[in-house]
């Protein structure tokens, strides 16, 4: 299904980037998904038993697990495939893991603003990364789950609080974000979207996503009434999705490859594999909110660089100042339902 590895060399972002989705065949890595039954999860899970970065694969839900994995496991690739169902199997799910994806959580109908899920989904991103800080402490986190604005800094405030917090292990994941703008900016222009890369920084809701596309890799030039149009269709895709799907939900299988691209860095990262670079909204001190989306050199402990903004453009650097407030609000709300209690 997809290419075999190409030995890496010195390699660019793009390369890295577009080498985050191929599969190996010397890997070896424990991934769980929380949430592994959901529109997200399964499309999800069945990508991640389809590499072969990935020999164990932890599914885990509220609902239907059994079932899933039933299903998975007679793929013939290597991941050995186990279904975990309900909060009492939640530790036996995550134990040992290295990474692990959590798409747990409700999606949005139309007319609702990601914000809008806070109320049912920060409770259940807090249950998880609590059972994830008693057992698998030292795993890559990447939290798909919304409000990611918020829910990211709920998953670390309960990680500090456990007195296990590593914030260069926990990721949102906004690389439907990056493919998406890739897309679009390909379809724009006439060029294959596998080889386009745009950087998209700052966090995942309406105006905190910030398509660098002056930094886009091949370099692309638009008129200034094309750059706000494509800019405000990379911020609004998400309610593109919510609209078509006319209540059924909101991206999953554009997200699925997404996480999937995400999950896949972290595994080659993990394995000591050199260049490997993805975008993730995470702790920072790159502007003054306290977590922001850049791109980021992964290790094998997560984070290993911070690659900050680069050079920004002056109708970027708008665009971020219209971010802030609304990032720093996200937050606080995050923080606070977890120091609340
Ligand atoms: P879904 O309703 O199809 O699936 C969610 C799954 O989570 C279900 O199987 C459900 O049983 C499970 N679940 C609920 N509570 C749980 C708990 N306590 N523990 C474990 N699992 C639990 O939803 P979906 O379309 O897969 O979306 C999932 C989440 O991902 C939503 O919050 C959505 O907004 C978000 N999302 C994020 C991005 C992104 O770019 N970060 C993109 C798309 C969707
Ligand atoms: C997306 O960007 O598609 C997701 O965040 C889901 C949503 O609610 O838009």
């Known amino acids: 299904m997809f290419s ?35 529109g997200i999860g399964q499309p999800l899970s069945l990508l991640l038993k389809e590499s072969s970065l ?12 059994p079932g899933v994995a039933a299903d998975l496991s007679h793929i013939n690739t290597v991941a050995r495939v186990k279904g975990f169902v309900g909060p009492d199997q939640i530790r036996d799910a995550l134990k040992g893991a290295e990474v692990i994806i959590i798409p747990a959580g ?26 994830a800080a008693e057992v698998a402490p030292k795993a890559l986190v990447g939290i798909i789950s919304n409000p990611v604005n918020s829910t990211v800094p709920i ?14 292990r926990i990721f949102g994941v906004s690389t439907l974000d990056v493919v998406r703008a890739n897309a679009f900016i390909a379809e724009a222009k006439g060029l294959d979207p596998a080889k ?8 995942h809701s309406g105006v905190t996503i910030i398509p660098l596309i002056s930094q886009a890799e091949p370099k692309v030039d ?14 609004e895709a998400g309610t593109e999705v919510v609209k078509a799907k006319a209540g059924a939900g909101s991206a999953t ?12 860095a972290l595994c080659r990262a993990l394995k000591g594999e050199s260049n490997i670079v993805e975008c993730a909204y995470v702790r920072s001190n790159v502007t003054e909110a306290k977590y922001f989306s850049t791109p980021l050199l992964l290790g094998p402990n997560g984070i290993q660089k911070n690659l900050g903004l680069g ?16 990032l720093k609000k996200n937050i606080a709300k995050g923080e606070e339902f977890v120091n609340k209690k």
């Not at 609702?112 to 609590?130: E, G, K, P």
């Open 311 to 326: 050079k920004l453009s002056d109708y970027e650097t708008e665009l971020l100042k219209a971010a802030i407030p609304e």
């Open 155 to 168: 998953a670390s405030e309960v990680f500090q609080k456990a007195g296990v917090y590593d914030p260069n």
């Open 253 to 264: 299988l554009s997200m699925a490859y997404a996480g999937a691209r995400f999950a896949f």
């Open 4 to 38: 075999r590895l190409v030995k890496p060399a010195k390699t660019s972002f793009i390369k890295s980037c577009a080498k985050n989705f191929r599969t190996s065949s010397y890997e070896n890595a424990k991934v769980a998904v929380c949430g592994a039954s959901g």
């Open 106 to 131: 409700v999606p949005r109908k139309p007319g609702m603003t990601r914000d809008d899920l806070f109320n049912t989904n920060a409770s259940i991103v807090r249950d998880i990364a609590q059972a």
């Open 196 to 203: 386009v890369n745009v950087p998209v920084i700052g966090g």
């Open 222 to 235: 638009f008129p200034k009434d094309q750059l706000k149009a494509l800019t405000e269709r990379i911020q």
């Open 54 to 65: 990935v020999t164990e694969l932890s599914l885990y839900d509220i609902v239907h697990t």
